[in-house]
């Protein structure tokens, strides 16, 4: 006979003064629930922790499961098949079936705006959108002060924020010749810089950034503030180029982030402390130095380090695990 034991881990549950929430599921009924992770003292914010799936992937194609019943709903009026496209999509939805928790949170379609905050490992303030609506994002990455835009219509793998938009981008071009189809939701990933970058100046200057872009769609009333220059032109996302560590050993950056970048420049070295060997990666295309890993031990193969190119380079999925 086996033992087994079983460490039961701490568990809490915040809420606002006075909500009068229950630690129970018929109190947590209809509620969104953040759940803290932690394991061995970090914080394992990306993956679930049963099956290690990314809550950031494959949410549902929603333009796939309205275009069998949408046409015979669409007008002539933008706005009428905004909102016929919107109850397809909620009626479609409904009729999922989640097998898992996970599946339960991936039922998001109605929103107008969509901002999707993450930070990367180490990295420049940058963000992803759909380039269909680029020129409705343009004003935020002014506010933000983004050192590279990224463009895709689908990087494949239906992250949060892509869904949102190239749903609506994908029944235009099945149906945008014969009706007004309008971009229905605006999402964007804003990549708040790095895990490190953590400061009041950051936070109230962000914070101020997305209230006067708010404001400047007529979200919130006001007047908002005139428009800063971009820093860099858009990007596709496909451009990017991912510097790779060709060996193992200390990584040591030598080019800052959010800096243009000219090929063939020395990003970062990889000294093999066995050795005393150093191999210094560069970079191929020209364009902004957005992203570098956090790690300062590369293993060969590692990702190290991303350039925002102005010319398509890649294709298939585009995004990372």
């Known amino acids: 006979?086996?033992?087994t034991e079983l460490a039961a881990a701490p568990t809490r549950l915040v809420a606002n003064k006075g909500a009068n929430l229950k630690p129970t599921p018929e109190s947590l009924k209809g509620k969104t629930i953040g759940v803290?992770?932690?394991?061995?003292?970090?914080?394992?914010?990306?993956?679930?922790?049963g099956t290690a799936a990314n809550f950031n992937r494959n949410f549902h194609n929603l333009a796939e499961l309205v275009i069998p019943r949408i046409e015979s709903h669409l007008t002539g009026d933008a706005q009428q098949?905004?909102?016929?496209v919107r109850t397809a999509m909620r009626k479609a939805l409904d009729e999922q079936t989640p097998a898992t928790e996970l599946e339960s949170q991936r039922l998001s379609y109605d929103a107008d705006v969509v901002l999707d905050l993450h930070c990367d490992?180490?990295?420049?303030?940058?963000?992803?959108?759909?380039?269909?609506?680029?020129?409705?994002?343009?004003?935020?990455?002014r506010y933000l002060d983004a050192k590279?835009?990224?463009?895709?219509?689908?990087?494949?793998?239906?992250?949060?924020?892509?869904?949102?938009?190239?749903?609506?981008?994908?029944?235009?071009?099945?149906?945008?010749?014969?009706?007004p189809i309008p971009h229905g939701s605006i999402s964007v990933t804003i990549e708040l810089r790095g895990q490190a970058d953590v400061s009041y100046a950051f936070a109230e200057h962000d914070a101020n950034a997305i209230v006067e872009y708010l404001t400047f769609r007529g979200v919130i009333d006001g007047t908002p503030a005139p428009l800063p220059e971009l820093a860099f032109a858009a990007t596709p996302f496909s451009g990017s180029e991912p510097l790779v560590a060709p060996i193992s050993g200390v990584l040591v950056f030598r080019a800052p982030l959010g800096v243009w970048v000219d090929?063939?420049?020395?990003?970062?070295?990889?000294?093999?402390?066995?050795?005393?060997?150093?191999?210094?990666?560069?970079?191929?295309?020209?364009?902004?130095?957005?992203?570098?890993?956090?790690?300062?031990?590369?293993?060969?193969?590692?990702?190290?380090?991303?350039?925002?190119?102005?010319?398509?380079?890649?294709?298939?999925?585009?995004?990372?695990?």
């Open 263 to 321: 090929p063939g420049e020395a990003i970062a070295d990889i000294v093999d402390p066995l050795t005393g060997r150093v191999v210094t990666i560069t970079n191929a295309v020209a364009g902004v130095l957005y992203a570098r890993q956090r790690t300062r031990f590369a293993t060969a193969g590692l990702e190290v380090a991303c350039v925002a190119g102005a010319e398509p380079i890649r294709s298939g999925s585009l995004l990372p695990n």
């Open 1 to 3: 006979m086996t033992e």
């Open 148 to 179: 590279t835009s990224l463009l895709a219509l689908n990087s494949i793998g239906n992250p949060f924020d892509e869904i949102h938009s190239f749903s609506w981008s994908e029944l235009r071009a099945r149906y945008g010749e014969r009706y």
């Open 121 to 141: 490992f180490e990295a420049a303030m940058h963000l992803f959108t759909n380039p269909d609506t680029w020129p409705d994002v343009e004003p935020l990455a």
């Open 36 to 49: 803290e992770q932690r394991v061995l003292g970090h914080m394992i914010g990306r993956f679930e922790s």
């Open 81 to 84: 098949n905004l909102r016929a």
